[in-house]
């Protein structure tokens, strides 16, 4: 387990934030994680699941951010599904 540094950018926010994951978190965990410094700041909460997507392309839930490839800094974009 392992800090690893990720861009993150809420769907619907203006703010690509910088975002400390573990190398072994899902990429439910990623979601939550990014979506705790927008939602309900500047981007309004849904009763709705999250998806990451990494270059456009949706990334499994259950993948971790070694298994999904991610490199350091690599931008995930977070939204309502």
Known sequence: MALFPLQGMFDGD???MLVPVDDQDTMTQVAEKVAY???GHRVPAQD???QVRHKSAPVAPDATV???GFGPMDVVEVGYV
Do not use: K, W
Request: aromatic share 8%; proline share 8%; hydrophobic share 60%.
């Open 66 to 68: 070694t298994s999904a």
């Open 48 to 50: 709705r699941p999250m």
């Open 37 to 39: 410094h927008a939602v």
């Open 14 to 16: 203006f703010v690509l």
